[in-house]
C-alpha cells in the first residue's frame, strides 16, 4: 500500500485542538483511510507534525486541514499543487457569501465608521465580520476598523443573549442558539477570538443548566465538535452533576445521555481540557464516562 507524508505547523500547543478536531471529521467522513501515527518535532520554535497517509486520500486530508485553518508545508510539487487546489475550493465556497465581483465594481457598498461604532455598541458582531473580512470591498479604513472594533462588539452580543435568557425562560432557545453561533464560528478563529469564542460556550451552558428543559442542550453541546474542547468537557461535567444527583429524577435525560452522548469523542476533548479544569471536575468527569459506558453495556452487552 502506497503512503505519502503530509507535515503541517502549528503555532502554539492550543492550535494541537484543530488538528485533533481535523483529524476526528476526518476519521468520520473516511473511517476506511489508513493514517500512520503523528510524529511531533519543532520548526523554528514551531510545532511540526507529521502524517503517512495513503495516497489515494491525500488531497481528502488536505481540505480537512485547510478548513480547519491548518498550515501545511509544501515539502513536494505534489502536495503544493493539492494545497494550492484546496485553498482555492475554499476560497471559492466563502467568496459565495459575498456579491459577484462585477457588481462590486459597479456599486460600491455605502458605510462609514460611525455605523460601525454603532453595530459595536449593539452587538451586531455578524455585520462587522462582513466588513473585516473583505478588504477589496470595503477599503483598507473601513475594514481595520470593522477588525478594531469586533472585539467589543462579540463582547456585547454574548452580554445580550445571557441578559435576553435571564429576562425570560422562554428566550433561552434563542439565547443558547445565538451563543453557539458565536462559539463555533470558524471566522472568529482567523481573528484570534478565541477566549470570546469560549466565553459564549460557557454562556450558553450557564444557561442550559439554569433551566430543567434545557439540559438536553448540555448533552449537545458536550457532542458539538465544532467547539472549544474545553466547553465540551465542561458541558458534559455541568449535565453530570444535576444528573447523577437525582438518577431518579432524571431518569429520562439519563437514558438519552446514554444513548448519545459521544464518549469516544469526550475522550478527544479532555485530553486538550485537562489541564483548564479542577480536580473535582475531573473526578466527576470520569465518574461520568464509566456510568455512561455501564449502562450503554446493560443494552448491548457486545
Given at each position: 500500500?502506497?503512503?505519502?507524508?503530509?507535515?503541517?505547523?502549528?503555532?502554539?500547543?492550543?492550535?494541537?485542538?484543530?488538528?485533533?478536531?481535523?483529524?476526528?471529521?476526518?476519521?468520520?467522513?473516511?473511517?476506511?483511510?489508513?493514517?500512520?501515527?503523528?510524529?511531533?518535532?519543532?520548526?523554528?520554535?514551531?510545532?511540526?507534525?507529521?502524517?503517512?497517509?495513503?495516497?489515494?486520500?491525500?488531497?481528502?486530508?488536505?481540505?480537512?486541514?485547510?478548513?480547519?485553518?491548518?498550515?501545511?508545508?509544501?515539502?513536494?510539487?505534489?502536495?503544493?499543487?493539492?494545497?494550492?487546489?484546496?485553498?482555492?475550493?475554499?476560497?471559492?465556497?466563502?467568496?459565495?457569501q459575498y456579491k459577484?465581483?462585477?457588481?462590486?465594481?459597479?456599486?460600491?457598498?455605502?458605510?462609514?465608521?460611525?455605523?460601525?461604532?454603532?453595530?459595536?455598541?449593539?452587538?451586531?458582531?455578524?455585520?462587522?465580520?462582513?466588513?473585516?473580512?473583505?478588504?477589496?470591498?470595503?477599503?483598507?479604513?473601513?475594514?481595520?476598523?470593522?477588525?478594531?472594533?469586533?472585539?467589543?462588539?462579540?463582547?456585547?452580543?454574548?452580554?445580550?443573549?445571557?441578559?435576553?435568557?435571564?429576562?425570560?425562560?422562554?428566550?433561552?432557545?434563542?439565547?443558547?442558539?445565538?451563543?453557539?453561533?458565536?462559539?463555533?464560528?470558524?471566522?472568529?478563529?482567523?481573528?484570534?477570538?478565541?477566549?470570546?469564542?469560549?466565553k459564549a460556550g460557557?454562556?450558553?451552558?450557564?444557561?442550559?443548566?439554569?433551566?430543567?428543559?434545557?439540559?438536553?442542550?448540555?448533552?449537545?453541546?458536550?457532542?458539538?465538535?465544532?467547539?472549544?474542547?474545553?466547553?465540551?468537557?465542561?458541558?458534559?461535567?455541568?449535565?453530570?452533576?444535576?444528573?447523577?444527583?437525582?438518577?431518579?429524577?432524571?431518569?429520562?435525560?439519563?437514558?438519552?445521555?446514554?444513548?448519545?452522548?459521544?464518549?469516544?469523542?469526550?475522550?478527544?476533548?479532555?485530553?486538550?481540557?485537562?489541564?483548564?479544569?479542577?480536580?473535582e471536575d475531573k473526578?466527576?468527569?470520569?465518574?461520568?464516562?464509566?456510568?455512561?459506558?455501564?449502562?450503554?453495556?446493560?443494552?448491548?452487552?457486545?
Open positions: 500500500m502506497n503512503f505519502e507524508t503530509i507535515s503541517i505547523v502549528v503555532n502554539e500547543k492550543e492550535q494541537i485542538e484543530d488538528v485533533r478536531k481535523a483529524l476526528a471529521e476526518f476519521k468520520i467522513n473516511y473511517p476506511e483511510a489508513k493514517l500512520a501515527k503523528p510524529k511531533f518535532g519543532e520548526l523554528s520554535k514551531k510545532i511540526l507534525i507529521t502524517f503517512k497517509i495513503e495516497k489515494n486520500y491525500t488531497a481528502k486530508l488536505i481540505i480537512t486541514f485547510t478548513r480547519h485553518y491548518i498550515k501545511i508545508l509544501a515539502t513536494t510539487n505534489v502536495i503544493k499543487d493539492m494545497v494550492n487546489e484546496a485553498t482555492s475550493q475554499y476560497v471559492e465556497v466563502l467568496a459565495r459577484g465581483w462585477d457588481e462590486l465594481k459597479i456599486k460600491q457598498p455605502k458605510m462609514s465608521i460611525s455605523e460601525l461604532e454603532a453595530w459595536a455598541e449593539e452587538g451586531e458582531y455578524s455585520e462587522i465580520l462582513k466588513v473585516a473580512n473583505n478588504l477589496i470591498r470595503f477599503g483598507e479604513e473601513l475594514s481595520e476598523k470593522a477588525k478594531e472594533v469586533l472585539q467589543r462588539s462579540l463582547l456585547k452580543a454574548v452580554e445580550n443573549a445571557i441578559a435576553l435568557a435571564e429576562e425570560d425562560e422562554k428566550n433561552a432557545s434563542r439565547s443558547i442558539s445565538d451563543l453557539m453561533h458565536i462559539a463555533t464560528d470558524p471566522k472568529l478563529k482567523v481573528f484570534q477570538k478565541v477566549d470570546i469564542m469560549k460557557i454562556g450558553a451552558i450557564e444557561i442550559a443548566k439554569k433551566y430543567e428543559k434545557h439540559l438536553y442542550d448540555l448533552v449537545k453541546i458536550s457532542n458539538n465538535t465544532d467547539l472549544h474542547n474545553l466547553i465540551n468537557v465542561i458541558a458534559a461535567v455541568e449535565f453530570a452533576k444535576i444528573v447523577m444527583a437525582n438518577k431518579e429524577k432524571y431518569e429520562k435525560d439519563i437514558t438519552t445521555a446514554t444513548r448519545v452522548m459521544n464518549v469516544r469523542w469526550l475522550g478527544i476533548a479532555y485530553d486538550v481540557a485537562k489541564d483548564l479544569i479542577s480536580k473526578k466527576i468527569f470520569f465518574e461520568l464516562i464509566d456510568f455512561l459506558k455501564a449502562e450503554r453495556s446493560k443494552i448491548d452487552p457486545n
